[in-house]
């Protein structure tokens, strides 16, 4: 099947939408489909991708072709070469699968989708979510109109509509509003893949002295650190003997007042922080870990936790993060709400139980492997697009 792949952006900048969608067009090809990546040549305020622009070029093992985005619009990112060039091509594809919302290629795309009657799924990567549901913030006018006028539509024509997680849907109010107007829309839900290479097959694997703890991911505030160091400093005070591991590229926020918390949580002298990681340096830090936190506010997936898992190491997940679902089906970890009594209590027995931390390692690399490799992914959306394209005829 010839598939087009459309995302406003491939930069590591952006990472999330772009990253997973070349990781999954690597699995389709293996899956004997043919994937092509368009995109812009973003790359960062002011800089722009070294790739050639305007036809299809092999990068990152992916068939990509890239154009140049126009104007500042970080967000939007328009490139006006890459419509024109989506209104030639479009029909030449048996199906469209669009990564993410609010930017101007992704729109012109299943605009274009619609008028050469190309069957399209429609990814929401997290960007229809209504975090401010489940973290009392203001809503966010101008986007959430955008998203009931603009990409309503979208909506509408989709073919399909993707989500990453079961949360993701359930914090996605534009499908019940789509079915309360009287559009019954297909839906699905597929985690995003990883590379083979994430996947550390260590059976001999033994438990630190003193445990280790970890957290990849950037260095914000929705990543909750405010409520869950303390869980880490009463653990600390109770005596249990561990180290804490930061991994992640530094926001004005960390910078400010992150290690202020750890101090205040008497966690400095255990706490050790890394810069961003990248290729096998992520896995090498991950598999080095006892137990992996991702404990956010609001994940619509969490890939950081589904790399932890395919590197053999248990994860101890917020019940706001997407990828718990996928934790619960088999003992590699434990979810957990941070901010309910006897959280720390939960999380202490855990660390302290080592044969329990031994037997989720093994099990955390099968469920990895059963549900984010490169052949489960490609099988899942290989289904999705058949019953796209069938409904379509």
């Given at each position: 099947?010839?598939?087009?792949?459309?995302?406003?952006?491939?930069?590591?900048?952006?990472?999330?939408?772009?990253?997973?969608?070349?990781?999954?067009?690597?699995?389709?090809?293996?899956?004997?489909?043919?994937?092509?990546?368009?995109?812009?040549?973003?790359?960062?305020?002011?800089?722009?991708?070294?790739?050639?622009?305007?036809?299809?070029?092999?990068?990152?093992?992916?068939?990509?072709?890239?154009?140049?985005?126009?104007?500042?619009?970080?967000?939007?990112?328009?490139?006006?070469?890459?419509?024109?060039?989506?209104?030639?091509?479009?029909?030449?594809?048996?199906?469209?699968?669009?990564?993410?919302?609010?930017?101007?290629?992704?729109?012109?795309?299943?605009?274009?989708?619609?008028?050469?009657?190309?069957?399209?799924?429609?990814?929401?990567?997290?960007?229809?979510?209504?975090?401010?549901?489940?973290?009392?913030?203001?809503?966010?006018?101008?986007?959430?109109?955008?998203?009931?006028?603009?990409?309503?539509?979208?909506?509408?024509?989709?073919?399909?509509?993707?989500?990453?997680?079961?949360?993701?849907?359930?914090?996605?109010?534009?499908?019940?509003?789509?079915?309360?107007?009287?559009?019954?829309?297909?839906?699905?839900?597929?985690?995003?893949?990883?590379?083979?290479?994430?996947?550390?097959?260590?059976?001999?694997?033994?438990?630190?002295?003193?445990?280790?703890?970890?957290?990849?991911?950037?260095?914000?505030?929705?990543?909750?650190?405010?409520?869950?160091?303390?869980?880490?400093?009463?653990?600390?005070?109770?005596?249990?003997?561990?180290?804490?591991?930061?991994?992640?590229?530094?926001?004005?926020?960390?910078?400010?007042?992150?290690?202020?918390?750890?101090?205040?949580?008497?966690?400095t002298k255990k706490t050790v922080f890394h810069p961003a990681l990248e290729g096998d340096a992520r896995w090498?830090?991950?598999?080095?870990?006892?137990?992996?936190?991702?404990?956010?506010?609001?994940?619509?997936?969490?890939?950081?936790?589904?790399?932890?898992?395919?590197?053999?190491?248990?994860?101890?997940?917020?019940?706001?993060?997407?990828?718990?679902?996928?934790?619960?089906?088999?003992?590699?970890?434990?979810?957990?709400?941070?901010t309910a009594d006897g959280a720390a209590g939960i999380l202490g027995r855990v660390l302290r139980n080592r044969?329990?931390?031994?037997?989720?390692?093994?099990?955390?690399?099968?469920?990895?492997?059963?549900?984010?490799?490169?052949?489960?992914?490609?099988?899942?959306?290989?289904?999705?697009?058949?019953?796209?394209?069938?409904?379509?005829?």
């Amino acid at each position: 099947m010839r598939i087009l792949h459309v995302v406003a952006s491939i930069s590591e900048v952006d990472g999330g939408p772009g990253m997973a969608a070349l990781e999954m067009c690597r699995a389709l090809e293996a899956a004997g489909h043919e994937p092509v990546l368009a995109t812009t040549d973003f790359d960062g305020p002011s800089r722009r991708l070294d790739i050639p622009k305007g036809e299809v070029t092999r990068f990152r093992d992916v068939n990509v072709i890239a154009f140049a985005m126009v104007g500042s619009s970080e967000r939007r990112k328009p490139a006006p070469e890459l419509e024109q060039w989506l209104r030639r091509e479009i029909a030449t594809f048996d199906v469209l699968h669009v990564h993410g919302l609010f930017a101007k290629s992704t729109a012109d795309a299943t605009q274009i989708a619609r008028e050469a009657g190309v069957p399209y799924v429609l990814a929401t990567v997290g960007h229809a979510m209504k975090p401010n549901i489940a973290l009392g913030r203001a809503v966010n006018w101008p986007k959430q109109i955008y998203l009931r006028t603009v990409e309503r539509r979208a909506f509408q024509g989709a073919a399909a509509v993707l989500f990453t997680s079961q949360l993701e849907k359930d914090f996605s109010p534009i499908i019940p509003a789509l079915r309360k107007g009287g559009v019954s829309q297909r839906t699905a839900i597929i985690p995003p893949c990883l590379p083979e290479s994430a996947f550390q097959e260590r059976p001999d694997r033994e438990i630190h002295s003193p445990i280790r703890i970890g957290f990849m991911g950037r260095l914000h505030p929705i990543k909750g650190f405010e409520s869950w160091l303390p869980l880490l400093g009463r653990l600390a005070e109770e005596g249990l003997a561990f180290e804490l591991h930061l991994a992640g590229p530094p926001t004005p926020w960390s910078e400010k007042h992150l290690e202020t918390i750890v101090k205040q949580c008497g966690l400095t002298k255990k706490t050790v922080f890394h810069p961003a990681l990248e290729g096998d340096a992520r896995w090498d830090y991950l598999a080095d870990l006892d137990m992996f936190l991702l404990l956010s506010r609001l994940e619509n997936f969490g890939l950081a936790a589904a790399e932890a898992l395919a590197c053999g190491t248990p994860v101890a997940l917020a019940k706001l993060v997407g990828c718990s679902e996928w934790a619960v089906k088999k003992d590699v970890g434990t979810v957990l709400s941070v901010t309910a009594d006897g959280a720390a209590g939960i999380l202490g027995r855990v660390l302290r139980n080592r044969e329990r931390l031994q037997q989720q390692s093994r099990n955390a690399v099968a469920l990895a492997r059963e549900y984010f490799s490169h052949q489960a992914v490609a099988d899942s959306l290989s289904i999705l697009y058949t019953a796209c394209t069938s409904s379509d005829e």
